[in-house]
């Protein structure tokens, strides 16, 4: 694996663990906390999102779905 794909895929599962933990959070709450730009996290999200992860019950506002998900370093 590349290491830019591996670098992709462990931002995409902290983000993932984040809104886990946090129940529903902002965009613009994930843009702060990872430093990364809005439009990158809205790939990550459109990425979570098409493996339904997660879904945005809101413009903006983004929560974990209740797709079992299994967990691997």
């Known amino acids: ?3 830019s794909t ?3 895929l462990t931002r995409i599962k902290s983000v993932y663990m984040f809104i ?8 613009q709450e994930l843009v702060d906390e990872f430093g990364i ?3 990158t996290i809205q790939r990550d999200l459109n990425v979570l ?3 339904d992860l997660v879904c945005s019950p809101s413009k903006g506002k983004w929560m974990v779905t209740n797709k079992k ?3 691997s370093s």
């Not at 886990?20 to 965009?27: D, F, I």
């Open 49 to 51: 999102a098409y493996n």
């Open 6 to 8: 591996h670098r992709m």
């Open 1 to 3: 694996m590349k290491p």
């Open 37 to 39: 730009t809005p439009r």
């Open 69 to 71: 998900v299994r967990m």
């Open 20 to 27: 886990s933990e946090r129940g529903t959070v902002t965009t």
